[in-house]
């Protein structure tokens, strides 16, 4: 592992995303919790909510079913990674980004290790090196231990030294076989689902500690950077991870350009001044675009939806990236962006859309480490359940098999293409 910052001629990374509790199956942690005691509830508000999705008539019979808010097994890649890894190497995937689980390796207090969990992503991560697949590895997405949360989780500022002790020691044990890290995965998105949209599990779920979970969690990722530094001659990347949304206005008017500069410095330049020496590249999660029309979210009627209901943008990604750039001055690792698609019939176009916006942002001048589509396998879409499909690979989870969907297939081609062009 080199003790040095990666060259600028380092291989593009190519990749894919995931996180521990969307696809591991057999997690125990406060998520699992909620979802049992939730279930019930999210299959009957389904039947009035779900009319949000395009296809509400084909999804009714499943997201009316409290089994699809239950992750359970998921796709089982806690036991079948190798063979989610051969299909990496099949893509010419070199790069993964996934989360190692807490509540896996400190499942009953803090003073619990697990060797045996920790053995586990010991030898994930040696597999992940035998292939030549660089590893992204995010510290905290969204899931942690149950008695983390019954000790108030990230509302109480003195609960982030049991994470950062974690991190701690779980980076002297794996730290060897990491270069790039991404401590806290989208910190805005928690704090809003969690706490302004009460539609995540929380302890206290108010808005006022959703504003001190948004801060706890900076000040986390800011004390893991911190520990990461001093630990092994810095041989860490660190990343800055949230959500980031393209703002733009439906008329060019003085007030909607007002509440697109608004809309930035609230959610993204605010947080990355504060933050400005604790990051060493951003990891940007793209979804979304938002019209503004004066001081209201307007959007394109008519426009195509994704399974979700969301807008699909994917062509944006490149005004995101050259304005984050500009701003910050830090290479750009793209650690998500994708689309709710069960047929496989906008994730080519996305693709498409995303490789052409990497491109614009390059010539813009932008520093680009890599791309990481959202995501490798069907996964567990939080409080949605199991039905929305981001995968690349198809994941049928009564008899666990994996389809390699079509639009995988031409991301592998165009990275063939991209490699042999830019060798
Ligand atoms: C999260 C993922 C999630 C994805 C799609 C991101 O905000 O990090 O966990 O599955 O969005 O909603």
Redesign the pocket.
């Known amino acids: 592992m080199s003790k040095t910052k990666k060259s600028p001629s380092a291989p593009f990374l190519w990749g894919a995303s995931s ?1 521990a509790h ?1 696809i591991e199956g057999g997690t125990f942690n406060q998520w699992t919790v909620w979802e049992k005691n939730n279930a019930a509830v999210l299959a009957e508000q389904a039947k009035y909510l779900g009319r949000q999705y395009p296809d509400f008539k084909r999804l009714r019979p499943y997201i009316t079913k409290p089994e699809n808010y239950i992750s359970g097994r998921l796709a089982d890649h806690y036991n079948r990674y190798e063979a989610d890894f051969d299909i990496l190497e099949q893509l010419g995937l070199n790069a993964f980004r996934f989360s190692i689980e807490w509540s896996r390796i400190q499942p009953a207090s803090e003073h619990d290790w697990e060797d045996e969990a920790v053995d586990h992503y010991r030898r994930y991560l040696q597999s992940l090196k035998k292939r030549g697949i660089t590893p992204v590895v995010t510290l905290w ?2 899931t942690h231990p149950v008695w983390f949360e019954a000790k108030g989780a990230f509302e109480q500022r003195r609960n982030i030294r049991y994470f950062v002790r974690y991190v701690q020691r779980l980076m002297q044990e794996l730290g060897e076989d990491i270069e790039y890290v991404v401590p806290i ?2 910190p805005d ?1 928690y704090a809003l689902e969690s706490y302004a949209r009460v539609e995540w599990p929380a302890p206290h779920p108010t808005r006022l500690n959703g504003l001190k979970v948004y801060w706890n969690l900076l000040a986390a990722h800011r004390q893991v950077y911190r520990l990461l530094k001093q630990q092994r001659g810095q041989h860490y990347q660190v990343g800055f991870n949230k ?1 980031y949304a393209y703002y733009y206005t439906a008329d060019g008017a003085w007030n909607s350009r007002l509440a697109a500069w608004g809309a930035y410095l609230l959610a993204d330049d605010l947080v990355m001044a504060l933050l400005r020496r604790q990051y060493d590249y951003v990891a940007v ?1 793209y ?1 979304f675009a938002v019209r503004l029309r004066g001081f209201r979210v307007n959007n394109p009627p008519n426009e195509p939806l994704s399974d979700m209901g969301w807008g699909m943008q994917p062509q944006y990604l490149a005004p995101v990236l050259v304005r984050l750039y500009r701003r910050c001055k830090k290479p750009i690792l793209v650690t ?1 962006t994708g689309v709710a698609d069960v047929d496989d019939k906008y994730r080519k176009w996305w693709i498409t859309e995303n490789l052409k916006a990497l491109s614009a942002a390059r010539k813009q001048g932008v520093k680009l480490i890599g791309y990481m589509h ?2 490798l396998l069907d ?1 567990f ?2 409080a949605h359940g199991r039905w929305p499909c ?1 995968g690349l690979v198809a994941v049928n989870y009564a008899t666990l098999k994996r389809t390699i969907r079509p639009s995988a297939k031409w991301y592998a081609a165009a990275i063939a293409y991209f490699r042999h062009r830019h060798p």
Do not use: R
């Open positions: 996180s969307q997405h969204f995965n989208e998105t959500g999660n979804y998500e959202w995501a996964n879409e939080w981001f």
